[in-house]
């Protein structure tokens, strides 16, 4: 099976500005769930879908948003983008069920100037 | 916030030498689990451990679990250089909004 996807792999936006990034996940996973890793606050949990609803969420700003599709891909978009929000962003696909491992993908580096 | 705390924050050893991980954690869980990164990558799923187990073995990796102290630990058995890698222990909580929750993470450094 193909493993997690992201899309772009890396980005550079400016301050204002939005972005949408994307995750395929493994093919069969329902659950894809999304985190913002940086250097000062490591790994947080921003949300997670199953079957196009949002199941859970983290603690961050409504600028902030997620959808997820029939397939199970899932975007993020960021708006209104700030320098604090420079991070990897990495997208997590699993079965779904309770006692799941998560499957990464490589990442989106977001940088912004 | 984060709900697993690792240490040692980094960890400096020879290669063949046997390298040893613990997590500490707040809340109860339905499992933990075990994550490695390389540089500037995404995670890989190394182990899981459910509530009720106590040890789990996977290859070189050994994982204990104990709920009444709340904390685990993670043993990588002859270690390689291949090893080098920030491990991350992960707690799963919650019914219908199960969530994983990430510590700040061990770097571990194998020399060769």
């Known amino acids: ?113 | 916030s984060q709900q697993g705390e690792e240490d040692p924050q980094a960890l400096s050893i020879q290669e063949g030498e046997n390298a040893t991980m613990n997590c500490s954690y707040k809340t109860s869980i339905n499992n933990l689990q075990w994550y490695r990164q390389n540089s500037g990558r995404g995670l890989v799923h190394l182990i899981l451990i459910r509530s009720n187990e106590r040890e789990k073995h996977s290859g070189r990796l050994r994982v204990t679990l104990d709920t009444s102290k709340k904390s685990s630990s993670l043993l990588i058995t002859a270690s390689r250089a291949a090893d080098t890698a920030s491990y991350f222990c992960a707690t799963g909580s919650g019914g219908s909004n199960y969530k994983l929750t990430f510590g700040k993470g061990t770097l571990l450094t194998v020399n060769p």
């Open chain 1, 1 to 113: 099976k193909a493993g997690v996807t992201q899309t772009p792999r890396y980005l550079i936006k400016t301050r204002g500005q939005q972005v949408t990034l994307s995750c395929s996940p493994i093919s069969g996973h329902r659950s894809v769930s999304w985190y913002q890793q940086t250097p000062g606050q490591g790994l947080q949990f921003l949300f997670e879908y199953f079957s196009e609803t949002q199941r859970n969420k983290g603690n961050f700003p409504g600028r902030f948003s997620g959808r997820q599709f029939s397939n199970s891909r899932s975007e993020m978009n960021v708006s209104t983008l700030e320098l604090g929000d420079s991070a990897l962003y990495l997208c997590a696909s699993s079965t779904g069920t309770v006692l799941y491992e998560q499957y990464f993908g490589p990442g989106t580096r977001l940088t912004v100037t």
